[in-house]
């Protein structure tokens, strides 16, 4: 498709549990983006990764949140040992790197929900 | 540290009115800001930017105002439509940075 892609689109699991999120940004974008939206709140940044350099991972809450990205497309967020506070939307973004205006195109989110 | 403020949680307007939402920063380095929109159960989508070197900019129904003085924008909307119901972010960055810094969104209804 033309836009950024998630799944699941919705994820309940059990406190304890591991879960993968997954995001597929749109063909040909350099950045791609983590954010995550709790209950009530902004949107908090996670973690951004531009090409072939080391992701900038300032905004992962614990050692339990780890993301990948594969072959400069793919990428997916883990969550270790999810407690309920990480229970949210998790909303992945990307851009083209070529005339960068801020523009982030988001995807619909997938939305998690701990026990 | 929030450094991007929405201090309105809701606000409600009547179609045909003027709808100004609000949104302040602390971190006098941003020089970026733009305005996301957000239905429910999809993502953000961009709607309007505005640069340091400017204090207006104008899309359509939509404009944005920057005060850098008190670190404060606002996006006006004229005239006001019941599709314009959803919740709005502000956002900021410093230009050329990958981040951008959300504020923590209003939602704004449109009453008919």
């Known amino acids: 498709g033309a836009g950024v892609s998630q799944s699941p689109s919705n994820k309940v699991t059990e406190k304890g549990k591991d879960v993968e999120l997954r995001c597929d940004p749109i063909s040909g974008h350099t950045a791609l983006y983590w954010y995550r939206q709790s209950l009530g709140q902004g949107l908090e940044f996670l973690i951004y990764f531009q090409g072939n350099s080391a992701p900038d991972k300032s905004g992962l809450p614990s050692d339990r949140f780890s993301a990948e990205r594969t072959g400069g497309s793919v990428s997916t967020l883990t969550i270790q040992r999810t407690q309920q506070e990480d229970s949210a939307v998790y909303l992945c973004?990307?851009?083209?790197?070529?005339?960068?205006?801020?523009?982030?195109?988001f995807g619909e989110g997938s939305r998690l929900t701990v026990l | 540290d929030q450094q991007v403020k929405q201090n309105s949680p809701s606000l409600s307007v009547q179609e045909g009115r003027i709808s100004i939402l609000n949104c302040d920063y602390t971190?006098?380095?941003?020089?970026?800001f733009l305005w996301y929109k957000k239905y429910p159960a999809e993502g953000p989508t961009f709607l309007i930017s505005i640069s340091s070197i400017k204090d207006k900019n104008e899309d359509g129904r939509f404009t944005v105002f920057l005060n850098k003085s008190a670190k404060h924008l606002s996006l006006h909307i004229v005239p006001s439509q019941p599709g314009d119901s959803a919740v709005y972010f502000c956002a900021a960055s410093k230009w050329g940075a990958q981040k951008l810094v959300f504020g923590q969104g209003t939602r704004l209804t449109i009453n008919p």
């Open positions: 971190n006098s380095m941003f020089d970026y």
């Open positions: 973004a990307s851009r083209t790197t070529r005339g960068f205006t801020g523009e982030l195109f």
